[in-house]
């Protein structure tokens, strides 16, 4: 699969609504095979549409091979609960980490590859990533929402 290139920050796309999907097709689910394998090459945890310069909303996040791949289509947070605050950075920022605070709860409703309607519980780690994939369907971006900047080296300690 091709290897998709990263569009880094200041780029519009990143900062613009994306438009739900509509059509589930073979285009789509190579555009998701190939999401995936730029997301592990980066050595991220998650990847949304608008950061290979797509404004669909299309996000794939896989924190560890336990909970595995997750791909949300048009998802929409439904529940979200507690608070936890901790580091992040993106693929579109690169070398740069802030302290950022979420819920540490989330549940979302979403389509899958073939269009069908699920939902997907997370907490923790899990739930920071797919809250961070969901904020860049929307044009937000975890910059905004950064409490205080770290330097790579702080993150390593």
């Known amino acids: 699969m091709p290897i998709l290139k990263i569009v880094e920050y200041p780029a519009a796309v990143l ?21 995936y394998d730029t997301m592990l090459e980066a050595d991220g945890v998650g990847l949304a549409a608008p950061q290979i310069g797509i404004a669909k909303q299309i996000a794939i996040v896989e924190v560890d091979e336990v909970q595995g791949k997750i791909e949300l289509i048009n998802p929409e947070i439904i529940q979200i609960e507690g608070e936890q605050v901790g580091p992040e950075g993106c693929l579109s920022f690169p ?13 979302v409703r979403a389509q899958n590859r073939k269009g069908k309607w699920y939902e997907v519980e997370a907490r923790g780690f899990l739930a920071r990533a797919i809250q961070h994939e969901i904020d860049h369907l929307h044009g937000v971006l975890f910059t905004s929402k950064v409490i205080k900047y770290y330097e790579e080296e702080e993150l390593e300690r």
């Open 95 to 107: 070398g740069l980490y802030g302290e950022v605070s979420r819920s540490n709860y989330v549940k």
């Open 15 to 35: 900062e613009q609504q994306c438009e739900m999907v509509t059509t589930f097709d073979k285009r789509l689910v190579r555009l998701l095979n190939n999401m």
